[in-house]
């Protein structure tokens, strides 16, 4: 053990937690399937005015596997969950795992080049997915015949509620797309059919999550079924929870916050999540005047926005036990302000798709330091298990108050990246995980991140790689170079800026180009504003120096 975790362990965790939990479930079907049969009656999840129990889970879960099994899905093969924070989300991962398979959790705001990459990559051989979805983007890419997908399942955000909100459905209406199977169909043709039992192991793949990176290619991360599980009971166990919390799921279910710090959470405490399709701030409001939850966890802009709606009180706020924010940095003003209008503390909590959510959280109940030099809030200390080193640049471990990169193993850690045995050598070495994040532990054993190795930009939470946002950039006739990079932004934190040369007398505007990006990317992506210049700035070997670009905008 380094004297990074043992010195938060000593000075910290002994005020309360442990420094060690043992892990209840192997595998997320183990943790399912123990929540069914203990509290079946349970309600799993709300979804306006719906309610599904745990019991109902596991029957259209069960109907969807067979389903599945019946249209030639076998062991081993995936399926792409393409959706919002809809109730088939949640029900699609369990069926998934009963079929013998895993998921692919794929953003709903991704645009055909994307979609095409990862069904493709993942060798997906089936697809749920919702209908506007399937009709705006799926049908196309699968009929260019690039995917192994076989099967397409569709469904309507309309389904499993009936209140149809007008905020976000007005004028949306059920479709039934020509030559997909329909999950409502199948839930009453396939009603009370189980599929044969089967048996993952814990170091079975569980879900694949795409995640950019320096090179600009989307890679697999393997979320096993062990490494949910451990931080599903990660949240549980740091946080206290019972089956009387409920979950607030304000964090998109595809990405990895809304995976485990909701969907496994609930799962397994067999209490209720709260689902709202996408978020929308009043929508979400009016979910917390109605379902009282407990719990939540997402990106600070979720709660900057929320907290500065017209009309919310504090007594809105009064349902919750417990907050916590991660995915981007956290002002230490902002969290005083939501404390002030909500009477709440947001606890800080870090960590990367790579760990399955946190390797790091501020102790509940706990207040976060803020380092005087950096100004940077604290994110915590190394969650259960957990084992956190910080390097220098030669792999060097560095003393206590000295800054480097974050390097984590731990039982959450995914083993690596789909298909990809370089690029998990080269982030996993030894099972270790680099994370390209820059900071320093303190005297008490509290980190701090205050900068970062990798060239990502944090729009609000979303991650930009600036090379896939460059690499659409050249695609374009009249682009000679581009080099994008991250800009201060007072609501996202960062926003994404190109600067790009054009070739000898091409002509194009700014709108143009950043209307070619948006054609072609999910919306935090594109280019907010782009900068014409004769020449970048580049080093003696003509390496575009993004850093320069970045330094010009702070
Ligand atoms: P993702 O894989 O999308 O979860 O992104 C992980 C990255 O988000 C990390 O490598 C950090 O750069 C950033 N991040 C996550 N949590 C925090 C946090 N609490 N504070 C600052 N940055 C964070």
Redesign the pocket.
Known sequence: MTTYTERSWTRLYSKGLPADITQDYATMLDLFNASVTRAPDNVAIKYFDGVLTMADLDVRSDALAVALIDNGFAAGDMLGVYAQNNPAFVISLVAAWKAGGAAVAINPMNKHRELAYQLTDSGATALLCLDDLYESVAKEVIATGVTAVRIVITFSPLDEQSRNDERLFAGVERLRPEGTLDLKEIFSRYDGRKPAPVDPGSDDLAVL?Y?SGTTGVPKG?MSTHGTMAFNSQTYRDWMGFTEDDSVLGVAPLF???GLIGHVGIALLAACPLVINHRFAPGVVIDAIREHRPTFTVGAITVFISLSGMEGVTKQDWSSFRVIY??????APVVTDRFMEKTGLYIH???????TN?PS?AVPLGRVAPVDPTSGA?S?GVPVFNTVVRIIDEQGKELPVGEVGEFVTSGPQVIPGYWNKPEATAEDLPDGELR???VGFMDEDGWFY?VD?K?D?I?AA???VWPREVEDVLYGHPAVREAAVVGVLDEYRGETVKAYVSLRPGATVTEQEMIEFCKQQMAAYKYPRSIQFVDDLPKTATGKILRRELRGSNS
């Open positions: 999550c995640t991360a990405h990895i916050t924010s991660g995915g981007a940095p956290i800080n909590i870090y960590g990367l798709t790579e959510s790091h809030l994110v994370t390209g994040d991140l970062r990798k990502m944090n939470g979303y991650k």
